[in-house]
């Protein structure tokens, strides 16, 4: 009889993926065919009273073949309609009265959960996602409310975890210096990236007709610099923006594409912003559709990303894949996934960040030495390893069950 492994899919319940929703997703793309024929899985979620119809919106991923149908992959969706995921952790004494198998109707006994957090109580085995220790490391930057539940519930959580799985050795280094938790439980399993969706332009005719789109749908002029992340603090923008207001003293030309939705503490950003009178020059596009990724990051002269603190900053990895020279932190996780690949500056000076974009920019030879250094750097950067990481996790752990 196949062992039944439950995937907890809650970060798939959202309208629009976040990041965790996009590696929970890959992974569980490619998990089956990771697991091999004596696993069977089965979707888990949260949909308090079916207000969010989440269990519709994960099984419409399968509906929309988002699951590849060679895999062969049939989950059922199991979900629990009393009350929001977060309330059942929170709960405590009374979360332990029913188990998390009994709430879900499920018979798996390994569950992996790809949002840090589990419930107390769960039947047999348990795996837990962490991207990284901004709630330790910057508490500041985040919703009170998952400041709050991350800051009392994750500690307990990693330690009743059989495995934890992170996405960068910094942020395995962050889980142990802040949890106390060994180093051999974590393992590390590598953010992707799809490079059928994720490479660069194929001639200037195509880079002709890039232009046109981002013309045509987003009112986006060449030359331009993006960045393409969400506005809170942690991610710095405001730096990027005195590094443009400079740059674009000399070099009018030059615009500025900022894409992504709005986070938390956003408001300084927003004003910051206004404040530079470059309305004509500053482009912002909001959240965008994956489709137009690529093309953003194609069509830019560089990807600028000055975020103080990653568990793995994927947007620069996939800028890279595209071929486009990139600018970024010299901080947490960053180093890592870059390495040589890009420039890396101090995260508070701006002045640093307007010679390293400015030297992108004017200097082909130097955008050209990085650009041979890039495909080097993402080849590690693999939906399909990452998906055999879990997959030996998870034998392992079934077999510690056993």
């Known amino acids: 009889m196949n062992r039944i492994i439950g995937l907890n899919l809650q970060p798939l319940a959202l309208q629009s993926l976040t990041g965790i929703g996009t590696y929970t997703l890959e992974v569980v793309k490619r998990l089956p065919t990771a697991l091999g024929s004596q696993y069977a899985c089965e ?24 699951i590849p149908p060679d895999t062969g992959l049939h989950i059922p969706v199991r979900t629990c309609r009393l009350f929001p995921l977060g309330a059942y952790i929170r709960a405590g004494v009374l979360g332990r009265i029913v188990s998390y198998q009994q709430l879900l109707h499920s018979k798996a006994d390994t569950t992996v959960f790809f ?88 001639d200037e005719e195509e880079r002709k007709h890039i232009r046109e789109h981002l013309l045509e749908k987003y009112k986006i002029t060449s030359p331009y610099i993006l960045y393409l992340g969400t506005l ?62 690529r093309p953003l990051y194609a069509g830019a002269e560089v990807f600028v990303f000055p975020s103080v603190y990653e568990g793995f900053g994927l947007p620069a990895a996939e800028a890279m894949a595209c071929g486009t020279p990139v600018v970024c932190s010299r901080a947490s996780s960053l180093p890592e996934v870059v390495g040589d690949a890009g420039i890396l500056c101090d995260p508070y000076d701006t002045d640093a960040f307007v010679s390293a974009i400015e030297k992108l920019y004017t200097d082909i030879p130097m955008r050209n030495l990085y650009r041979a250094r890039q495909e080097e750097q993402i080849r590690p950067f693999n939906w399909d390893g990452t998906a055999q990481i879990y997959g030996q996790v998870i034998a392992d752990v079934v077999k510690s069950h056993r």
């Open 43 to 66: 979707a888990h979620v949260f949909d308090f009273l079916g207000r969010n119809h989440a269990a519709a919106g994960i099984a419409s991923y399968f509906d929309r073949q988002e």
């Open 115 to 202: 949002n840090y957090l589990r419930p107390d109580r769960v039947s047999g085995k348990s795996i837990i996602t962490v991207y990284d220790m901004v709630c330790e490391r910057f508490p500041e930057t985040m919703n009170k409310r998952n400041k709050k539940l991350l800051r009392r519930f994750l500690a307990k959580s990693c330690r009743n975890a059989d495995a934890i799985i992170t996405i960068s050795e910094f942020s395995k280094q962050e889980i142990t210096a802040c949890l106390g938790i060994p180093p051999e439980k974590i393992h590390v399993a590598l953010c992707g990236i799809d490079r059928n969706s994720y490479f660069p332009p194929e």
């Open 232 to 293: 809170e603090p942690r991610k710095n923008v405001d730096v990027l923006l005195d590094a443009f207001s400079a740059l674009h003293v000399r070099y009018p030309e030059l615009k500025l594409v900022i894409c992504g939705g709005l986070g938390w503490q956003y408001e300084h950003t927003l004003s910051h912003l206004a404040g530079l009178g470059l309305d004509d020059a500053i482009i912002r596009t909001g959240y965008i559709p994956d489709e137009d990724k």
